[in-house]
């Protein structure tokens, strides 16, 4: 998953995560969120921004690791 983190949302929020196309995604600038709330963003993106839906592409599952390692900055 930490793989698919710095490849494909690094696309847009850079390789390091500290912003791009997209806005910061460190567990600082997350730090508003709810691992919910952030995984609900992940699965369904951001509706009138670069932001993608990747419900296609993965489970709430994986998605919930995600958010996790985003707003904790690490895996379990």
Do not use: F, N
Request: glycine residues 10%; negative net charge; proline residues 7%.
């Amino acid at each position: 998953m930490i793989r698919l983190v710095h490849q494909d949302c690094g696309s847009c929020h850079g390789l390091t995560l500290k912003g791009g196309l997209g806005p910061d995604i460190r567990p600082d600038a997350l730090s508003h969120y709810d691992v919910e709330t952030l995984s609900e963003v992940v699965l369904d993106g951001i509706q009138g921004t670069a932001m993608p839906p990747w419900r296609p592409l993965m489970s709430e599952a994986e998605a919930k690791e995600i958010a996790e390692y985003l707003l904790q900055g690490e895996l379990k």
